[in-house]
């Protein structure tokens, strides 16, 4: 018997779902090239390439770049490149941090005991158990209030008044980070071997040298799926980014929500499509990194 | 006193989780208690929190009013309690659809060539990250009244000569239902395949030796088994349901309001934050009695850190 047999009902069932899966995201791409410029209805895809744009009402005749007239009008728009910029600026930044005291957290939490340790590993699950918007509004007030008092109390005035900006999205995106890094970590050292390093230790290397050596390069395909976990989430969070962020600190998530508020052109779609095909390759190596970790765990 | 570091395994552990469990603490824990306490607040004229200890907001909110037709002092006003209770339903609702449509799926996967399972999750993963903002916007150009799905209805009506109107999808509780069903879908699928995927296949022979039909090795081998992953996707899924405010905004426009609508409001136009953390405590504490009393009942699936 084919241990692999689906019965023709379960098949029909995976292929609908996949269809409600991918239909908005291709009807979403297929706008990008719509030639009319309120885009409400498709009005076919732009002909023809021109030396200027050619509008004819609402409709786009000729561009230069034709088809891909939207992308070229995204590649000029400055808020765009400015929110772009601020994302990839927010989601390093906190990836590093939150992949470096998250994998020391996980360690700490996986190897040692201490007095502080069960506090320390039921704060992990607060991100999970608690609503976004919760933590957004809770982070919102600390950082109004905190900001208030100082701004009273040192009489900042000008630019040296403290306020809701890149600083403050970036705090909290790695609050909210870490404890996913640490969680992924914490399952890979579950499935470690010890014996390596007990044979490195017999060998003569000491406790940094072992670590260096041995427990770091195994755990290394772990720390790395965490950090690319943690990176998406920054990349895509939206909640906590609206609470936090304030003037010059527009991300593209809370940029993209401004649009919707108000008008809407094909350029949202080509922005939304170089969002996809960008997150597509992220998640791309991130398969490939699990795929050669579970290689060599096997 | 390095020496005395090395030595002591304590020290070490705590130093190691330090920088991470004050990070939690100053940006997860005390927003938590300020949120409580600024909740019992009042808010002067200019929208700022002026401390005390009054229960008003909590009133409010249960649907004490002061603001009664015909010259009452006081009455009920059910407005917040119904958006409460929408809140609760609607998170229910999408639970119950997302998994219906994530069962059959992940089962799929799960079911499939080991060679072809990581190709089938990664289709289920694309979408997953595409951004939550930018899937919002699909739907909203596909219920639109000029969107696809009208045009779809359109031609098969067309070709089958029945008269038909575009339907009015946008801006109705139905759309705001299909938004967060296909938003939090990933989130079911994922940890359901996870514990699919560790059935025994022979545990499906014994039942089909012993005599079990398809249908009854659903029932009584399947099912069970993978209650985990229900379990652990539940909780992915209900929860920040509970607190979205994108979907109804977006989708549901002023007819959709949800406690998470409530709370952002609050906080923007209304410039209440002391109703607004009262709002937002409230619903802190109803996810915690639901996501308690299903995981007593069912037991909280460690699926959900695979996931």
């Known amino acids: 018997m084919n241990p692999y047999r689906r019965s023709p009902f379960v098949i029909a069932a995976a292929i609908l779902v996949y269809f409600f899966l991918y239909a908005p995201i291709v009807g979403l791409i297929l706008y990008s090239f719509n030639a009319s410029r309120t885009n409400v209805t498709f009005e076919g895809f732009i002909p023809a390439f021109s030396e200027n744009v050619v509008m004819d009402g609402s409709l786009v005749k000729s561009s230069p770049c034709g088809l891909f007239h939207w992308y070229c009008d995204l590649a000029k728009n400055d808020d765009v490149a400015e929110a772009a910029g601020n994302t990839l600026t927010i989601a390093i930044t906190a990836t590093i941090i939150s992949t470096v005291i998250g994998t020391m957290a996980a360690l700490a939490l996986q190897r040692y005991n201490f007095k502080i340790k069960p506090f320390s590993q039921l704060s992990l699950y607060i991100p999970i158990v608690i609503p976004e918007i919760v933590m957004g509004i809770g982070i919102l007030t600390l950082f109004s209030q905190f900001f208030g008092c100082a701004n009273e109390t040192f009489n900042l005035a000008g630019d040296a008044r403290l306020s809701l900006g890149i600083a403050t999205v970036t705090m909290s995106h790695i609050a909210f980070m870490v404890p996913f890094v640490t969680l992924v970590v914490q399952a890979r050292l579950q499935g470690f071997d010890k014996s390596y390093e007990e044979a490195a230790m017999d060998l003569g290397a000491n406790e940094w040298t072992t670590f260096r050596r041995v427990t770091f390069p195994m755990i290394l395909p772990g720390i790395m799926s965490g950090a690319l976990l943690a990176f998406t989430l920054s990349l895509d969070d939206f909640v906590i980014t609206f609470f936090t962020n304030g003037p010059g600190s527009t991300t593209l998530p809370i940029y993209v929500y401004g649009l919707l508020r108000r008008i809407i052109t094909p350029q949202v779609n080509a922005l939304s499509t170089v969002w996809i095909l960008v997150v597509f390759l992220a998640v791309l190596m991130l398969q490939i990194l699990q795929n050669r970790e579970s290689k060599s765990h096997s | ?307």
């Not at chain 2, 929190?49 to 409010?60: A, G, H, M, P």
């Not at chain 2, 005599?211 to 399947?222: C, D, H, I, M, Y």
């Not at chain 2, 920040?240 to 994108?246: C, H, K, W």
Request: charged share 15%; hydrophobic share 50%; aromatic share 12%.
């Open chain 2, 1 to 307: 006193m390095l020496q005395r570091l090395r030595e002591n395994k304590s020290a070490q552990g705590t130093l190691l989780a330090l920088p991470t469990t004050v990070w939690l603490f100053v940006l997860l824990i005390i927003p938590l208690i300020l949120t409580l306490v600024v909740s019992f607040g009042r808010r002067n004229p200019d929208g700022n929190v002026i401390y005390d200890f009054t229960l008003d907001n909590y009133i409010r909110l249960f649907g004490y009013s002061t603001d009664c037709p015909d010259g009452q002092a006081s009455c009920f006003d059910p407005i917040y309690v119904n958006i409460l209770g929408r809140s609760l339903s609607l998170a229910f609702n999408t639970t119950m659809f997302v998994i219906a449509l994530a069962y059959p799926l992940a089962y799929f996967i799960a079911r499939s060539h080991p060679r072809r399972r990581n190709m089938y999750l990664f289709m289920v993963l694309i979408p997953l990250w595409t951004n939550f903002v930018i899937r919002v916007y699909a739907w909203m150009m596909l219920l639109r009244k000029e969107g696809a799905i009208n045009i779809i209805i359109g031609w098969v009506m067309n070709a089958l000569n029945i008269p038909f109107a575009p339907l009015e999808m946008l801006y109705t509780p139905g759309a705001v239902l299909v938004g967060m069903v296909y938003e939090f879908l990933p989130f079911m699928i994922l940890p359901i395949y996870t514990s699919l995927e560790k059935i025994d296949n022979s545990l499906y022979e014994a039942a089909a030796d012993l005599g079990a039909n398809p249908f009854k090795t659903l029932l009584r081998v399947t099912l069970p088994l993978s209650m985990p992953g229900v379990v652990a996707g539940t909780i992915l899924v209900f929860i920040p349901v509970m607190g979205t405010f994108i979907v109804s905004d977006i989708l549901g426009g002023r007819q959709v309001i949800l406690v998470g609508n409530l709370i952002q409001r609050q906080f923007l136009d209304a410039r209440d934050p002391t109703f607004g953390s009262a709002a937002s405590l409230i619903l802190m504490v109803m996810t915690l009695i639901v996501t308690y009393f299903y995981t007593r009942k069912f037991g909280f699936g460690e699926e959900i850190v695979v996931a």
